[in-house]
């Protein structure tokens, strides 16, 4: 019989510097080209989860709150192949809790699912690989399959569910990056990634950018193991400009970055006609990742929180991918 104890992992959030948007399978979060990421190791989540025989129904907690709906759908959906995969029926009781703020572009449902895909799988007994592992975290956000690897990774984008999952680039030690994630909204996105996704081929765009992406991936990749800083930085910000360039020209469009986020993408322009050397890229919100090595870092930082509506910075390091740890939320 199986042994049901509870667990609690760690996981954390991640950046993509070649993205991923729009799926060409939506159930199974496949999508329709390789992806380039790297963990970030001060924003992180903690989930805890207890397969518990005495449970009715499954009992989920996001940031100290109940919640229901989609939120809860797409949980449950991770815990019910957990309970396949394990042969069990029992409730799960599930609460979790993010360092940094949620739904505002900064891959919280990265790190969400990769720790809950560990939390849950170990609950209920399992052993997954990292590719295992890597595919049950996709099934709940695409991203969060790449948060447990760690350090440097990218997504295979396969073509079944067997073969989409994440592989390590590098480890975390490998390169002296540092990601400082410049908050300048904690609002709530109007359109969710999920819904920019959906909609992403009808961007007049999208297949100019499919075709691409098949040498940009390939240099970025290359700049990224040579460490190559002036062209990967370059690649980074052509990459999340084709982004957001696909958002706003969807049907309908999704603009997702605001007046401040202009205003920073100039402090850095202007920094590195100083030689002083950050690079910009967004994901599905207003809030910028600035790319830069560890000697420039605190100067970078100095200067970008002077900008007009910045609220704050979070200094990252390359990160570790999701494992378990002792600290139980109940």
Request: positive net charge; contains cysteine; aromatic residues 6%.
């Amino acid at each position: 019989m199986t042994k049901l104890t509870k667990k609690s992992a760690t996981s954390p959030s991640n950046i993509a510097f070649i993205k991923f948007w729009g799926k060409k399978d939506s159930k199974l979060n496949i999508p329709f080209n390789n992806s380039i990421s790297m963990n970030l190791d001060s924003c992180l989540t903690t989930t805890t989860v207890h397969f518990m025989n005495n449970l009715k129904e499954d009992e989920i907690v996001i940031d100290c709150k109940r919640v229901d709906g989609e939120a809860r759908e797409r949980v449950v959906k991770i815990l019910d192949i957990v309970r396949s995969w394990a042969k069990i029926k029992t409730k799960a009781k599930v609460s979790s809790i993010n360092n940094f703020p949620a739904d505002v572009g900064v891959a919280s449902s990265a790190s969400a699912f990769s720790a809950l895909a560990l939390a849950a799988s170990s609950s209920a007994g399992l052993k997954l690989s990292k590719q295992k592992l890597s595919i049950l975290a996709r099934l709940g956000s695409g991203s969060a399959s790449r948060s447990v690897i760690d350090g440097f990774s990218e997504w295979k984008k396969g073509t079944s569910n067997n073969n989409s999952y994440a592989v390590q680039i590098a480890k975390p030690s490998f390169w002296d990056l540092r990601d400082i994630v410049t908050l300048v909204s904690s609002e709530k996105k109007e359109k969710s990634s999920t819904e920019g996704h959906s909609i992403a081929t009808s961007s007049p765009y999208f297949e100019k950018r499919q075709k691409d992406l098949v040498v940009r991936t390939k240099k970025l990749k290359k700049a990224l193991l040579e460490k190559d800083f002036n062209t990967f930085g370059n690649l980074l910000e052509k990459e999340a400009i084709d982004l957001h360039v696909m958002a706003m020209t969807s049907v309908e469009p999704i603009f997702y970055l605001n007046s401040t986020t202009f205003a920073v993408m100039k402090a850095l322009r202007d920094l590195r006609v100083k030689e002083i050397k950050g690079y910009y890229t967004m994901d599905a919100g207003p809030n910028i990742h600035i790319i830069c090595r560890q000697k420039d870092a605190d100067t970078i930082n100095r200067v970008i929180k002077r900008v007009a509506g910045v609220k704050s910075t979070i200094i990252n390091r390359p990160g570790l991918g999701s494992r378990l740890t002792n600290n139980h939320l109940f």
